[in-house]
């Protein structure tokens, strides 16, 4: 089990560059991958996505990556003279100069007032023998920030087995209490009646049958099952590899929903409070998992 929250930086020398990059990455309900590269590299970006997909399956994930000599060179661009244009616009100076019998000789800020004599290109990168150095400076970099992910997920499993065995503790004693109700709500109905109607005999046979339907009405039995069940599955998603928030979360959601019918069905003032302490368990149990990839 991984957390969502970790960070990773690396560098690297290659061919007399430096390579360097960063990983930073935190909760996300889904894999949301940000890029800050040099311009020159843009043509990657989706080849360094599917890199960090390999290693990363969920989680807001910011990179940065610098290569130093490189760096600039989306500002530094190649001008060139085209000359076939300078000599066109020459001669149709020199054509006027003579139409017109100028004296004034044709000078260089004359030639230059014609922009498109240049012809301004993009340096171009060898964009694939760059990937070498990048996936490598990557791939070391995710590593990093996956053993990170990894080592809280431990601290993040070790503090569910905790929550997960304190709740199976009130629930064993929930359990008890709720066997327990039928006995106890039977001698309180028949000291009752004997309050009311102290003169009449009792009838055995409509006192259990109030009881029966007591019985029925406050029976948990089911949702302590299926509570337990999913507890057992929350156990087994702790110990899982690959993406399991999103598991947690939901099998959470019915544990708070099991936890709210057997607070419905349950008059009991222990019961109540053992619940309140169960709820407070499962949604902080929540927060975790939003942080679990």
């Not at 930073?24 to 309900?29: E, F, T, V």
């Not at 044709?106 to 990048?134: A, N, Q």
Request: net charge negative; aromatic share 8%; proline share 1%.
């Amino acid at each position: 089990m991984r957390s969502m929250t970790g960070y990773g930086r690396n560098e690297l020398i290659f061919e007399g560059k430096k390579y360097f990059c960063e990983v930073k990455s935190l909760n996300h309900r889904f894999l949301d991958i940000s890029l800050r590269i040099p311009k020159f590299l843009s043509n990657l970006e989706n080849w360094i996505k599917e890199i960090i997909s390999r290693y990363v399956i969920r989680g807001k994930i910011d990179v940065t990556i610098i290569i130093n000599g490189f760096e600039d060179l989306s500002d530094k661009k190649i001008i060139e003279i085209d000359r076939d244009a300078l000599n066109h616009y020459f001669n149709l100076l020199s054509n006027i100069k003579k139409e017109l019998r100028i004296s004034d000789e044709i000078k260089l800020k004359d030639i230059l007032e014609f922009k498109d004599i240049f012809v301004v290109s993009e340096r171009e990168v060898d964009l694939e023998k760059e990937k070498t150095p990048l996936e490598k400076v990557i791939c070391e970099t995710l590593m990093l920030l996956v053993k990170m992910r990894e080592e809280e997920g431990v601290s993040l499993e070790l503090d569910f087995t905790k929550r997960i065995q304190k709740i199976e503790e009130r629930l064993q004693k929930i359990e008890r209490f709720s066997k327990n109700m039928v006995i106890y709500y039977r001698t309180k109905l028949k000291e009752r009646i004997k309050e009311l109607v102290d003169d009449i005999s009792l009838d055995d046979y409509r006192i259990e049958h109030e009881v029966a339907i007591y019985a029925d009405k406050c029976n948990i039995t089911e949702e302590i099952v299926r509570f337990k069940s999913h507890l057992k599955q929350l156990s087994q998603f702790c110990k899982s590899s690959g993406a399991v928030g999103k598991k947690m979360d939901f099998m959470l959601q019915e544990c708070s929903r099991e936890a709210n019918t057997i607070a419905s069905k349950s008059s009991s003032s222990e019961t109540s409070h053992l619940i309140v302490e169960i709820k407070a368990l499962v949604e902080e149990m929540r927060e975790q998992a939003s942080n679990i990839e």
